[in-house]
């Protein structure tokens, strides 16, 4: 397989797990909005924004960190100094885990109050557990993907939500049905994460223990590291991955405690509103700018091991060949994405929330698709390369100014100032990112062939779909969410196919990128 096939076939496997995944999680707040509505949906979000935040500290970036490092010791034939990596890492994530469950179980009643919202503190609690098993799944994950094996990781991801959602929309229906207090819906949909992690945790453990026996077969001697010095190393490459992933929980917890008190004083509404209204701008808005980060996250987890490897093996050539790969493959879809979006945004959210809501939200944050997405990606480079703590300084400084922005844009705009304030906060951080690396890298790029026909077969493929909009659906269908539901899936299917033939004919992408898509390779000669 070739360098730019292999790094493409992974990234796309678990791109399309992922989005398999956002999709899933985009679907089921749908019923689940609908039936617990937008406070017990305030009170979930809470909960995951610290969980999520917690969850990066207990695992310390080093799931991604045993990914490097297996890659690397693979690439010099080490199989035994691969093993002790894994070893070592998912006994300490396993500790660290233990320790944080601890920390939210006796704090979630003060981390709700100083959210603004001491019911947050149940759903807080029931999803302390999932620190129990998450940890551990986390670094077979990262073992795995050591191996680049990444449709074994991504069908992991499918497994643990498939499960997780199922679970979610059961106990709402169950707990609405039996009149359950909002806090206590939301308590039971938290704990749904856990189910859903320890179902996948024994799916990955059958593949982890597979590998590691063909490992030992190999062995050309066993590892004489000390496990202190195994964890140092661990440690030194996972504690900067560690804090680049903690900016988007950081981001999304600084929106737990800022916008909800910020709505309270900009507009002197009560807690309960502005819960509802925080509920909506994360629930709408930012769950469906999950589905085109779900690539760029899958582009990173194939990025970090493939280009830590081509580095291993000293060829210059394969680790730029694969940045030009990640970056064409975060342009073709984090521009039609972020262009659908904002086109879309009013039929979308009629047609999954029932009412406008969240339209203008949608629109001004569809941005943070593309932007966002290269953060991440840049992030992922540059670590790979060495530079552990360059994006670290660049993500926090598009951080800080989203504070600013938002402490002055939402008392002022409510929720489409806290979506401005994310646009603006990853403008910054992507550029800075994006810079660093062309820099540092020294890679020839056509910025033409990168972005400008993309970004050209986009806006042509947002015109044609607003014109479609257009068209009086209404009339015909006479139910609105179905109505809008329609224009989305024909705007959609219309978008993909128009932004899919001028990237063609620009020669944006080739037939043999095609032919790696799954669902397109049977169509291309």
């Not at 009643?109 to 149940?122: D, E, K, L, P």
């Not at 990640?326 to 521009?335: C, D, H, I, V």
């Not at 698709?369 to 480079?381: K, M, P």
Request: hydrophobic letters at 55%; one cysteine or more; proline letters at 3%.
């Amino acid at each position: 397989m070739s360098a730019k096939k292999g790094l493409a076939a992974g990234a796309l496997s678990l791109a399309a797990a992922g989005l398999i995944s956002k999709i899933l999680g985009v679907v089921y707040i749908v019923p689940f909005q609908n039936m617990a509505k937008d406070y017990a949906m305030g009170l979930y979000q809470n909960a995951y924004a610290i969980y999520v935040v917690m969850l990066t500290l207990a695992t310390a970036g080093v799931p991604l960190a045993i990914s490097k490092l297996v890659s690397e010791k693979n690439a010099l034939r080490d199989y035994a100094g691969a093993d002790q990596i894994y070893r070592v890492g998912a006994r300490f994530l396993a500790l660290a885990g233990v320790i944080v469950f601890a920390v939210l179980m006796l704090l979630g009643g003060w981390i709700g109050i100083w959210m603004g919202n001491y019911h947050s503190s149940t759903a807080i609690r029931a999803l302390a557990f999932a620190l129990l098993v998450v940890p551990l799944l986390a670094a077979m994950r990262g073992y795995i993907q050591g191996h680049q094996e990444m449709a074994v990781s991504g069908n992991s991801q499918v497994v643990e939500q498939l499960i997780r959602v199922t679970v979610i929309l059961l106990g709402v229906f169950i707990a609405v049905r039996l009149g359950a207090e909002a806090r206590v819906t939301a308590a039971v949909a938290t704990f749904a994460s856990v189910l859903g992690a320890f179902v996948s945790l024994l799916y990955l453990g059958k593949h982890v223990v597979r590998q590691r026996r063909e490992n030992r077969k190999k062995y050309l001697r066993a590892s004489s590291e000390p496990n202190k010095v195994v964890l140092r190393r661990l440690l030194k490459v996972a504690i900067p991955i560690s804090l680049s992933s903690m900016v988007l929980p950081l981001s999304q917890m600084l929106d737990a405690f800022t916008i909800t008190n910020l709505l309270m004083f900009g507009f002197d509404w009560t807690k309960e509103l502005a819960t509802s209204e925080f509920g909506v701008y994360t629930a709408r808005a930012l769950r469906l700018i999950a589905l085109p980060l779900s690539l760029a996250v899958a582009i990173g987890l194939s990025l970090m091991p493939a280009i830590s490897e081509a580095i291993a093996q000293k060829n210059l050539k394969l680790r730029n060949d694969r940045v030009v790969m990640a970056f064409r493959l975060t342009s073709f879809f984090a521009f039609p994405t972020a262009v659908g979006l904002y086109v879309l945004a009013g039929p979308i959210d009629i047609a999954l929330f029932t009412d406008l809501k969240g339209a203008d939200t949608i629109a001004a944050i569809s941005w943070m698709a593309i932007f966002s997405s290269y953060e991440l990606v840049c992030a992922y480079i540059l670590q790979a390369m060495g530079y552990m703590y360059m994006p670290i300084r660049n993500m926090f400084a598009g951080l800080g100014l989203k504070l600013i922005l938002l402490i002055f844009l939402v008392p002022k705009f409510g929720i489409l100032g806290a979506g401005l304030a994310a646009v603006i906060g990853y403008v910054l951080s992507s550029g800075l990112n994006f810079a660093a690396v062309k820099r540092l890298a020294e890679i020839p790029l056509s910025y033409y062939s990168l972005f400008g026909k993309p970004l050209l077969s986009s806006v042509v493929m947002g015109v044609v779909v607003w014109m479609l909009t257009r068209i009086p659906l209404d009339v015909i269908i006479p139910w609105p969410r179905i109505a809008s539901l329609v224009l989305v899936m024909l705007g959609g299917a219309v978008g993909a196919a128009v932004f899919g033939v001028l990237m063609f004919v620009q020669k944006g992408i080739t037939k043999e990128e095609l032919r790696r898509m799954p669902g397109v390779k049977r169509f291309v000669r």
